[in-house]
């Protein structure tokens, strides 16, 4: 279904006004490839437990995704102009619905081949992510005002149902490092800081459940 979403003007950023904080792209980004490689290479975890994880993580991975599409890249289009083309990123996202769906079906069968699902995933992401990183993200950095640039984060925040969100608001806080949460706790307000109060020994539970192989240090 095509989603049609006004995007507001968005005016090219200033050098002396402020950069807008990325601090939650690259926890998210971390947080994606970290425990897609931990679910694709550990043998460790309870069989209803990893495919309830994986069904949330993927949920993670496609929203992410889906927002850059319809959220972030006409944002970014807006303020850079020409000095910008997304449609290798786009067409990468195109390829990542065919490998989401296989993963997907792949929920209910042998957690060998949903292993495998997921580990080309996580091969896919790497290089998308790294190319995203360092080609995007200076873009963003130079172009974009940080108030279109939160006006982004609030939108995606909304956009995420509340069931959902008992997964994302621990998951994402158990990649950041400690000086990352406190600065990502401070722009989203203390409704998070309360959701995350409550559901942080939930989402431990599962990913203890789910997953062996330690997470390692951000």
């Given at each position: 279904?095509?989603?049609?979403?006004?995007?507001p003007?968005?005016?090219v950023?200033?050098?002396?006004?402020?950069?807008?904080?990325?601090?939650?792209?690259?926890?998210?980004?971390?947080?994606?490839?970290?425990?897609?490689?931990?679910?694709?290479?550990?043998?460790?975890g309870?069989d209803?437990?990893?495919?309830?994880?994986?069904?949330?993580?993927?949920?993670?991975?496609?929203?992410?995704?889906?927002?850059?599409?319809?959220?972030?890249?006409?944002?970014?289009?807006?303020?850079?102009?020409?000095?910008?083309?997304?449609?290798?990123?786009?067409?990468?996202?195109?390829?990542?619905?065919?490998?989401?769906?296989?993963?997907?079906?792949?929920?209910?069968?042998?957690?060998?081949?949903?292993?495998?699902?997921?580990?080309?995933?996580?091969?896919?992401?790497?290089?998308?992510?790294?190319?995203?990183?360092?080609?995007?993200?200076?873009?963003?950095?130079?172009?974009?005002?940080?108030?279109?640039?939160?006006?982004?984060?609030?939108?995606?925040?909304?956009?995420?149902?509340?069931?959902?969100?008992?997964?994302?608001?621990?998951?994402?806080?158990?990649?950041?490092?400690?000086e990352?949460?406190?600065?990502m706790?401070?722009?989203v307000?203390?409704?998070?800081?309360?959701?995350?109060?409550?559901t942080?020994?939930?989402?431990?539970?599962?990913?203890?459940?789910?997953?062996?192989?330690?997470?390692?240090?951000?």
């Amino acid at each position: 279904m095509t989603r049609t979403i006004q995007i507001p003007a968005v005016a090219v950023r200033r050098p002396e006004d402020p950069e807008p904080d990325l601090t939650a792209m690259y926890v998210i980004h971390r947080a994606m490839l970290g425990d897609l490689r931990r679910l694709a290479e550990d043998h460790g975890g309870g069989d209803a437990a990893i495919r309830r994880y994986a069904t949330l993580l993927l949920f993670e991975v496609d929203h992410h995704h889906t927002n850059e599409d319809d959220l972030l890249w006409p944002v970014i289009e807006r303020a850079a102009g020409r000095a910008v083309d997304l449609a290798p990123f786009t067409d990468d996202h195109l390829a990542l619905e065919a490998v989401l769906a296989r993963c997907r079906a792949a929920l209910t069968g042998d957690l060998t081949r949903l292993r495998q699902s997921l580990g080309e995933l996580h091969a896919m992401l790497v290089e998308h992510i790294a190319d995203e990183e360092s080609e995007v993200f200076p873009i963003i950095k130079r172009f974009v005002p940080a108030d279109a640039y939160q006006w982004c984060e609030d939108r995606i925040a909304r956009r995420a149902g509340l069931g959902q969100m008992r997964f994302t608001v621990p998951w994402l806080s158990s990649w950041a490092t400690s000086e990352e949460l406190d600065g990502m706790l401070r722009r989203v307000g203390s409704r998070f800081r309360l959701a995350l109060a409550l559901t942080r020994g939930r989402y431990q539970r599962l990913e203890r459940a789910a997953i062996a192989l330690p997470r390692p240090t951000p």
